[in-house]
């Protein structure tokens, strides 16, 4: 397992965990990084990360994405 920070930017990868505190993980979870689902970074601009899960781009902190193990 790597945090989503890690992953190459057009590599669909798969949601293995999401750490964090409880208010964290609901948000993300909320937004469909939920284990299982699968996410592909589309980049990576000043601190934040872009990415598509469940048909939708959503961007999102650096922080928030490295709570993200793929």
Do not use: C, Y
């Not at 949601?15 to 208010?23: A, D, F, I, M, R």
């Not at 937004?31 to 961007?59: C, D, K």
């Amino acid at each position: 397992m790597m945090p989503l920070t890690l992953a190459k930017a057009g590599e669909q990868n798969s949601v293995k965990k999401v750490g964090g505190q409880s208010e964290t993980r609901q948000f993300l979870e909320n937004l469909g990084f939920v284990p299982g689902s699968l996410v592909t970074v589309i980049t990576q601009i000043s601190g934040n990360v872009i990415v598509s899960v469940r048909e939708s781009r959503v961007a999102i902190s650096r922080e928030m994405a490295s709570k993200i193990l793929i």
